[in-house]
């Protein structure tokens, strides 16, 4: 499967932003879907992860209540909606998509391990200004 992201852009604190991630090729609907960010100088982190179905989502602790990870299966794609936005969101943010492991089991993955997912798109950077 391949994944494209797109969405990002500059914006103000408080603004809010919607990433979307698209797949092409294998069965989009078998795949968990999860965002990451990495920040400059940072360790790529776990941001929201979602079943195949939508029914079971998983978020960074201190992230929820902000932000919003669905999916639309129709469409191949995956969506972040990101509210109140603050300087510290300042990330690339990266989808990616596993057959194997659940929402919860990816948050809980080293960062060194991370390339064990089965596919990764390539990144849309999201600046918030202060």
């Known amino acids: 499967v391949q994944l494209q992201a797109s969405g990002g852009g500059l914006v103000q604190t408080g603004d809010s932003l919607r990433l979307s991630c698209t797949t092409s090729?294998?069965?989009?609907?078998?795949?968990?879907m999860a965002w990451f960010r990495q920040a400059p100088g940072k360790e790529r982190e776990f941001v929201a992860g979602?079943?195949?179905?939508?029914?079971?989502?998983h978020y960074a602790d201190s992230l929820k209540g902000r932000f919003t990870i669905t999916r639309d299966n129709a469409k191949n794609t995956v969506y972040l909606q990101m509210n109140s936005l603050k300087p510290e969101d300042t990330a690339l943010y990266y989808c990616?998509?596993?057959?194997?492991?659940?929402?919860?089991?990816?948050?809980?993955?080293?960062?060194?391990?991370?390339?064990?997912?089965?596919?990764w798109g390539q990144g849309t950077l999201v600046t918030v200004s202060s």
């Open positions: 990616a998509a596993d057959q194997h492991r659940a929402p919860l089991t990816i948050a809980a993955m080293e960062p060194r391990n991370l390339n064990d997912l089965d596919a």
């Open positions: 979602i079943t195949w179905s939508g029914g079971i989502t």
């Open positions: 090729g294998r069965a989009f609907s078998s795949f968990v």
